[in-house]
């Protein structure tokens, strides 16, 4: 599974990367938690719960089966 979600990841990051933001994958776990590190200007963004939730947690959950919840370290 951690290589799909990489992949998916791969095709968002463009998109964070634009507002000057980017994420890391850290881990993803057997129960389908994929554990992300914001960084750059979504490191420190009041909205970077939202775009995590409403836009990468959503996006994974469509494209990767198995993923539960993502979650920022």
Do not use: H, N
Not at 18 to 35: F, H, M, P, Q, R
Not at 54 to 72: D, H, I, T
Request: hydrophobic share 40%.
């Amino acid at each position: 599974m951690r290589e799909k979600v990489e992949q998916v990841l791969g095709e968002i990051r463009p998109y964070l990367q634009a507002d000057g933001g980017d994420l890391e994958l850290i881990e993803v776990t057997d129960e389908g938690v994929v554990k992300v590190r914001l960084t750059g200007a979504c490191g420190g963004c009041p909205f970077s719960q939202i775009t995590l939730k409403m836009g990468v947690e959503q996006v994974l959950k469509r494209m990767v089966p198995g993923v539960k919840e993502v979650v920022a370290l």
